[in-house]
């Protein structure tokens, strides 16, 4: 049966992906399961979004949309160059709310420079689904093709462009009614640019943008691929503090919250540094960060050195992000 | 400093001790803090989780009403929503369509109930002390409001008595009391313990320094013979505890002879609805009757729970015992002696 | 064994307060304690305030230390 779990981004989807998708499409493109499809010069990338609520701190699911797919094509070293959508909504929803969405999708499809070629709109019985759900397809030229799994080795240094959680916690701090500090916002934007400078340098291995499952979902699946451990370096990891006292409160792992505007990236020591200071140069890289390292240890698993100089294992996610009292 | 001043005492006899409460496990592993105790000493865990400690049974209670009517919700804190029992999870019974939501506070369920008259709102609740007020008072707040629709099924549980059933064993040198649980029953019921059962308790804090001094106490007094109870977390924990919620506790329950997962029935242990209260008794209003329910024999969570083993001891440990796949109840919830062990664990060298 | 988390009383109406952790405000139910004031730290379980927390003490690991170190030397 298939669970909420299973569409978490955590183990579970994993774990259906790897039982039912994959052997049915079976093709060497879709077997190395990146962000995006590559295959000759292009990339080409699909996904659903149906975000509650849907409007939040710093966008809506219109720019989430949008963003979610040049994203994913960014990491994959391709630049965007049209969109597909398809937008359903449930009868009854206010035109004013469509409006709102379709603004902000033009919005950053413009900022990016990648066009909505063509489209679909449907409208189901109310209850049906919830709302509205996009889906949102982009087509890219790839200006980067020396990515992939295979090209890690150990010694290689883990990077991220800046502080990980924030969408979560601006979407998550609705469903628990927190009141969130003037300014805090979801880290939802498009990422193209940080790539182009940081691809200038060189030396970058693999990346791929946290978002649902969190760093740990990327992580660990970076480490199965590769058969190799991980090792994080807690101080270095560039949480907010609004995010890691929402975590304390509520019970949840900070390494599991989403973020829409952030990357990975595994690079060449030689190179990390540069790649490093040239991020900081733009406004949300400033907070990037060197967090951890690729070691030559035959265990495809992710280490945490906590700051109390203890190791802990951290595990994907396996499931929905649920609240504990312990 | 504190840590090493730990590791250098010197001690004359071989020493175990049980941290009674699972956020201490979780600290203790998270800090490193093992690496910091003189080798005679020795410091095992115990049941302190409310999740691992209530029964299969209750899981299956919760599933089958929420898969009985469209009518019925079941609300519970998130812990529990992953936990199996013989017929799966309660997010299990989400899947298949039964009404099952997690909430951070008993408060969210009331409210549900308030807002939605046509609907039968159960609230599966576990924990402690220090969780059973915040249930008294909803029990109470919808008497008040007279709010219907509302329901509670309680599998809350008293520390005390799984100490007392502990200690009494005489196989342990001391307690690492729970700091939390203290807030709400003070101190002095563990003085009843340290006396009859000539068990020294030390009442501590969650972090690493209140964890380090408090070891440091309670080596102190299991050498000195000091059957007596020390408070190392006065920020948060008074003599006569929280009165308030005593008193909410008091009115709303009765303790009752409860069954605890991997122990068995630990008599006055746990909290049932007082008759007064018994039109918001979740096990009245649905006619619940209780199962038993054989747990998996390869586990071992109840020795572990006793703190008879270590979880690496258990032969599924680590194998087909993970946190994706749990087998037993420890491996679940994170502060689970298992899954603390397992993400935290000695196993970790890094070498 | 349960999660409880220190937080600051920002505003208090009847028994439901407005608490705060390092930027993060919530409702926090204020009926098992009495005389709360703004200002107050509470600890904060599963969405109740269980203890105020005593300023005078907060230092007591570090006075108790201390006392160790006397008794000992
Ligand atoms: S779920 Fe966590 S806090 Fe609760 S009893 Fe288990 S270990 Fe302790
Ligand atoms: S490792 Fe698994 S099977 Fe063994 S005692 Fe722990 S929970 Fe039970």
């Not at chain 2, 529990?80 to 997690?102: E, I, Q, R």
């Not at chain 2, 006569?240 to 909410?248: H, M, R, S």
């Not at chain 2, 649905?286 to 329910?293: G, L, R, S, T």
């Not at chain 3, 927390?53 to 000992?72: G, M, V």
Request: hydrophobic share 40%; with cysteine; charged share 25%.
């Amino acid at each position: 049966m298939i669970k909420l779990a299973h569409g978490s981004g955590g183990e579970k989807t994993r774990e259906l992906i790897e039982k039912l998708f994959l052997p049915a499409f079976k093709n060497p493109i879709l077997e190395k399961l990146e962000d995006s499809g590559r295959l000759n010069g292009i990339a080409i990338t699909i996904d659903g979004y149906t975000v509650k609520p849907i409007f939040f701190r710093g966008g809506d699911i219109g720019k989430l949309s949008i963003t979610g797919t040049v994203n994913d094509l960014a990491v994959c070293g391709a630049r965007p160059k049209a969109i597909a959508v398809s937008i359903i909504v449930e009868d009854g929803f206010p035109t004013e709310k469509l409006e709102k969405i379709v603004s902000s999708m033009a919005k950053i499809s413009r900022e990016v420079n990648a066009p909505i070629v063509t489209g679909d709109f449907k409208v189901v019985s109310k209850g049906e689904i919830d709302e509205i759900f996009i889906i949102t397809s982009g087509i890219g030229e790839i200006f980067y093709p020396s990515l992939g799994a295979d090209r890690v080795s150990a010694g290689d240094r883990i990077i991220v462009s800046g502080p990980i959680g924030d969408h979560s916690l601006a979407i998550m701090g609705e469903r628990y009614e927190v009141e969130l500090p003037q300014g805090f916002e979801s880290d939802c934007a498009p990422i193209l640019k940080l790539v182009e400078a940081i691809t200038q340098v060189g030396g970058i291995k693999w990346m791929r943008d946290p978002t649902r499952g969190g760093l740990a979902a990327a992580l660990n699946e970076l480490a199965k691929a590769i058969n190799k451990e991980i090792l994080i370096y807690e101080d270095s990891v560039p949480f907010r503090k609004e995010v890691l006292n929402f975590c304390e409160i509520f019970g949840f792992d900070p390494y599991h919250l989403a973020s829409e505007g952030r990357f990975i990236a595994v690079v060449d020591k030689e190179k990390s540094e540069k790649i490093l200071s040239e991020l900081t140069k733009f406004p949300e890289g400033k907070n990037a960060a060197i967090i951890g390292e690729v070691r030559e240890k035959s265990k495809g698993r992710v280490i945490v050195k906590t700051k109390f100089g203890g190791l802990r294992l951290l595990d994907p996610p396996t499931g929905e992000l649920l609240p504990r009292i312990c | 400093m504190l840590g090493e001043k730990l590791k250098n005492i010197k001690v004359k006899r071989h020493l175990r001790f049980m941290e009674v409460c699972g956020t201490h496990t979780v600290n203790i592993c998270r800090f490193g803090l093992r690496n910091l105790f003189p080798e005679e000493v020795e410091l095992r865990s115990g049941p302190g989780c409310p999740v691992c400690v209530t029964p299969a049974s209750a899981i299956k209670i919760g599933i089958d009403l929420a898969l009985k009517n469209d009518k019925f919700v079941i609300t519970t804190y998130g812990d529990m929503m992953k936990v199996p029992g013989p017929n799966g999870t309660l997010a299990d019974a989400k899947a298949k369509g039964g009404k099952v939501f997690s909430v951070y506070s008993i408060t969210e369920a009331l409210s549900l109930a308030e807002k939605n008259e046509d609907l039968k709102v159960i609230f599966l609740a576990v924990g402690f002390e220090t969780t059973a007020p915040a249930s008294a008072w909803a029990i109470k707040e919808a008497k008040l409001k007279n709010i219907k629709n509302f329901f509670l099924l309680s599998f809350h549980k008293l520390v005390p008595p799984a100490m007392e059933l502990l200690a009494s064993e005489g196989t342990l040198d001391g307690f690492l009391c729970p700091g939390h649980v203290s807030t709400i029953i003070g101190t002095e019921v563990y003085k009843n313990i340290a006396r009859k059962y000539k068990i020294p308790c030390v009442i501590s804090g969650f972090e690493a320094e209140d964890i380090i001094f408090a070891m440091i106490k309670l080596i102190e007094m299991a050498e000195n013979e000091a059957y007596d109870v020390f408070n190392a977390y006065k920020r948060a924990v008074k003599k006569e505890g929280n009165k308030v919620a005593q008193g909410l506790l008091n009115e709303v329950f009765e303790e009752v002879d409860s069954e605890w997962r991997g122990i068995g029935v630990i008599p006055k242990s746990g909290l049932d609805i007082k008759e007064e209260y018994a039109d918001f008794d979740a096990k009245i209003a649905f006619n619940i009757e209780k199962e038993d329910i054989p747990e998996n024999p390869a586990c071992k969570c109840g020795e572990v729970l006793k703190g008879y083993i270590y979880p690496y001891e258990c032969p599924l440990f680590g194998k087909s015992c993970i946190p994706e796949h749990p087998i037993g109840p420890c491996m679940i919830s994170s502060e689970g002696s298992c899954a603390a062990y397992y993400r935290y664990g000695g196993r970790l060298k890094d070498d | 064994m349960c999660l409880a988390v220190p937080h600051k009383v920002v505003e208090i109406n009847g028994k439901e307060a407005i608490t705060e952790l390092g930027g993060i405000k919530k409702k926090t139910r204020l009926d098992l304690l009495e005389d709360v004031k703004v200002g107050d730290f509470v600890l904060v379980h599963a969405g109740f305030a269980i203890e105020k927390l005593n300023p005078e003490e907060a230092r007591e690991i570090l006075d108790a230390w201390r006392e160790i170190e006397e008794h000992q030397s």
